[in-house]
């Protein structure tokens, strides 16, 4: 007995068991005994120039959405952000030091984000630098 796909309902070109079959290479279990691609081909990810941050202890009065902020990193993994002069709220200590030993050296800008909870945009490559951590400073 003969079963045919769609496709190819008349083939009798082929005359052997496979005849009236289409090949899916997507889907063909030789596909996966090809070899490797070469590693020096594949390209490492970008990392993310962008971030987003939960704004501490915030007071946000009278900031407009995407409004450029100041940040001011202190010794003690602190880092206070200011609107206009105005201290507007922190980030709190365990991402500062996250940023410091993922970020040191880079620069960075910041946006207010008018949400719920307030959220401040972290923006790479441009701005203030991001100080080394502690333990790289001895």
Same mark, same amino acid.
């Given at each position: 007995m003969r079963i045919y796909d769609e496709e190819n309902p008349y083939d009798d070109v082929i005359d052997d068991d496979m005849s009236g079959y289409t090949v899916v290479d997507d889907n063909s279990i030789y596909k996966l005994l090809t070899?490797? &691609?070469d590693p020096e081909t594949i390209a490492t990810p970008? $990392?993310?120039?962008? /971030?987003? +941050?939960? %704004?501490c202890e915030p007071s946000v009065a009278k900031v407009s959405d995407g409004q450029e902020l100041e %940040?001011?990193?202190?010794?003690?993994?602190?880092?206070?952000?200011?609107a206009s002069g105005k201290r507007i709220g922190c980030f709190?200590?365990? @991402?500062?030091?996250?940023?410091?030993?993922?970020?040191c050296e880079q620069l +960075?800008?910041? @946006? @207010?984000?008018?949400? +719920? $909870? &307030?959220m401040i945009k972290l923006i790479f490559g441009s701005g +203030?630098?991001?100080p080394l951590p502690? %333990? /790289?400073k001895l």
């Open positions: 070899s490797e &691609p970008i $990392p993310e120039n962008e /971030q987003t +941050v939960i %704004l %940040l001011r990193f202190s010794e003690n993994d602190g880092c206070d952000v200011f709190k200590a365990a @991402y500062v030091r996250k940023l410091k030993n993922e970020r +960075v800008k910041a @946006y @207010y984000k008018s949400d +719920v $909870p &307030p +203030v630098p991001v502690e %333990l /790289q």
